[in-house]
């Protein structure tokens, strides 16, 4: 949440900062901001709304500068106005500083610091941060401006509790930007004769490919010519590997899409074959996961499986949860990410946990890697992110290779989990129960899903037509049985998410136990019946809604066409392994939510009141 740029180089830093800022728009949408130092202090420009409107503002002003530090907002503390939105200054007014993340202690420095004499414009946690750096770097050691800056910020953070990634720079110090993190990400972009800092590659890599990722308590300072990283924690020396991005910038720009979600929805199939390639042996007929770490006699070991994460990626575990145990008769638990961390779940010695992540820097699925870590359990990432947090702390995991995903709405990288959910599945199915015929069936069937996937895609213009009809409902329901249960949740929270249609998604029998009473004629449903062993109980409970009017969406499986003559419209996927459904039924469910939200001139890509990592509690 929120998104930090800096650059320190020789050319203009403010269009620089402001198309990173575009770039990390997805991170926070609420206000945004940049700092730049000019001959005769810093100048800061402050917009609440989206980055356009801080672009008009900085445009036409123009402003010269090599050195500035930026940020788009997601509140957490005060409202989303100018006066709110960072980079926030100093009480002499000489410091700026940008913050992502939550400073807990606040009001206690802060009540500290008005006791003392300082005025504070704004209500964030930022301003009062800004203001105890500034009041460190006044009171320190009489040095030059730049290694006074740098014990400032070094003097100040251990006094703050929370989380933070910053960028700080001073009127003194015209050659440095000062940064640090802790529980937020930060990383530094390399290139020639410039410098960067950012929240995420995506905003630099129009740059450079060549990035450092700092650690939690690590301390930077970067220069036009140089950086230098060390540590925050004086019994801890930093790290520092310079790695290579493996996207380019165009792999983050919506091309000939609309919108992102759009251009990630119609990615499946490549991020589908991205997720399998290398990983299946037809010889073993099983899945190859060198990145578990574990050897054959270890996976056998493992009796219990849980799986955590939330919003989306908590969906695709609940498919793992099916999957696992079908396949390998595993007992599996899944678990929301943000309960797993206060609950006291039983474990046995041989209980494996996976945190499920897009971002890889999710707060809640972060502190439940951490937690399962503390009771000793080995714990492993399914995350799409390779330099997150998740990434790094776990003992190990599965990417999921998707890339970047930018639409605040996950799509690709929910198939993406899925199919590796299946791997793993068909891993520990082949160490247990399932035979090589059936791993070979599997094997067959999983390939097969991306070319199913191109045909689903195909309907895009019936399925916004069907969108178009019901754009206007005041609720949807949405409903499945077995692996499509979590599809329905899934289908449920994309229409929540991106149209604010409020939706909600049940295990189809479950309508006669309550949820029926909301059936009635502006309030459509949307059942995922394939063509398996409980369609007919599907069709049964579609019939219970026809009994009372309520409109019926079906997305059931080519060929079946016993829908047609009770359903108002029904969408079809090709016919393939029940088990594998969810990856077929879910897409058009994704396309279904984004042609609400388009007709009911929604913002697709930046729903309201969201951002795409969530970083605070
Ligand atoms: O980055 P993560 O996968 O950890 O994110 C988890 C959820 O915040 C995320 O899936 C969220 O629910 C999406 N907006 C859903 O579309």
């Known amino acids: 949440m929120c998104g930090i740029v800096a650059y320190i180089g020789k050319r203009q830093a403010s269009p620089i900062l402001l198309d990173g800022l575009r770039r990390l728009e997805y991170r926070g949408y609420d206000s945004a901001g940049i700092a730049l130092w000019t001959d005769g202090g810093i100048d800061v420009y402050r917009k609440a709304g989206r980055i356009e409107n801080l672009r008009k503002a900085v445009s036409e002003a123009n402003p010269p500068g090599d050195l500035g ?23 002499s007014g000489n410091l700026a500083l940008v913050h992502n993340g939550v400073i807990e202690n606040y009001i206690s420095i802060k009540d500290q610091l008005l006791a003392e004499g300082h005025t504070f414009q704004s209500e964030t946690d930022t301003e009062v941060l800004a203001h105890l750096v500034g009041k460190c770097y006044d009171e320190g050691e009489e040095t030059e401006p730049q290694a006074k800056l740098v014990a400032a910020v070094q003097a100040a953070l251990p006094r703050v509790k929370g989380t933070f990634g910053i960028a700080v720079i001073h009127s003194d110090a015209p050659g440095v930007i000062v940064g640090s993190r802790l529980g937020s990400p930060l990383v530094v ?110 996976l056998r070991q493992i009796d219990r499986i849980i799986f955590s994460g939330c919003g989306t990626a908590y969906h695709a575990a609940m498919v793992g949860e099916y999957l696992m145990e079908s396949l390998a008769r595993i007992p599996t638990e899944i678990e929301f990410a943000s309960e797993f961390r206060y609950r006291n779940v039983p474990t046995t010695k041989s209980t494996l946990q996976f945190v499920v992540s897009q971002s890889g820097e999710t707060i809640d699925t972060l502190a439940a890697l951490r937690e399962a870590k503390r009771k000793g359990l080995r714990c492993l990432g399914i995350v799409n992110n390779v330099a997150s947090t998740i990434a790094r702390e ?53 390939e097969a899903i991306p070319e199913k996937i191109e045909s689903i895609l195909k309907q895009a213009p019936r399925i916004k037509e069907i969108a178009q009809k019901y ?7 949405f409903m499945g049985r077995q692996l499509n249960y979590p599809v329905a949740m899934e289908g449920a929270l994309k229409m929540k998410e991106i149209s604010y249609i409020y939706a909600s998604g049940h295990p189809s029998a479950e309508l006669k136990h309550g949820i029926i009473a909301l059936v009635k004629p502006d309030l459509p449903s949307v059942f995922i019946a394939p063509d398996d062993a409980v369609f007919d109980k599907n069709v049964s409970n579609i019939e ?11 997305v059931t499986t080519e060929g079946c066409t016993d829908l047609e003559r009770i359903a108002d419209d029904v969408l079809y996927v090709p016919p393939c392994k029940s088990i594998l459904s969810p990856l077929l039924t879910v897409v058009p469910l994704q396309l279904l939510s984004y042609y609400v939200a388009l007709a009911r001139g929604c913002d697709v890509d930046k729903p309201r009141n969201l951002a795409k990592s969530v970083t605070v509690e």
């Open 69 to 91: 530090i930026s940020h788009t907002r997601w509140a957490t503390h005060g409202a989303p106005t100018d006066e709110n939105a960072h980079p926030h200054k100093d009480q």
């Open 189 to 298: 972009g390399l290139g020639k004769d410039e410098h960067f800092l950012a929240s995420d590659v995506g905003a630099i890599v129009a740059h450079t490919r060549d990035v450092i990722y700092l650690n939690d308590y690590d301390l930077v300072t970067i220069t036009r010519h140089g950086y230098d990283v060390s540590s925050l924690d004086t019994n801890r020396t930093a790290s520092v590997k310079v790695s290579r991005v493996d996207f380019t910038e165009d792999d983050a720009e919506k091309g000939k899409f609309e919108h992102y979600m759009l251009k990630e929805i119609y990615e499946q199939p490549q991020s589908i074959r991205n997720a399998l390639r290398g990983r299946l042996s037809r010889d073993e007929a099983t899945a190859v996961l060198g990145g578990l770490n574990m050897s054959p006699m270890e």
């Open 394 to 446: 776990s003992d190990g995991g599965v990417y999921i290779h998707a890339g970047p995903e930018i639409g605040v709405a996950a799509t690709k990288t929910f198939t993406s989990q899925v199919t590796i959910m299946t791997l793993l599945s068909l891993l520990f199915g082949r160490i247990h129960h399932l035979s090589s015929t059936d791993g070979l069936e599997m094997i067959d069937e999983l």
């Open 471 to 477: 754009a206007n409902a005041e609720g949807m329901l």
């Open 544 to 554: 219970e809604v026809k009994a009372r009017k309520g409109p019926v969406i079906a």
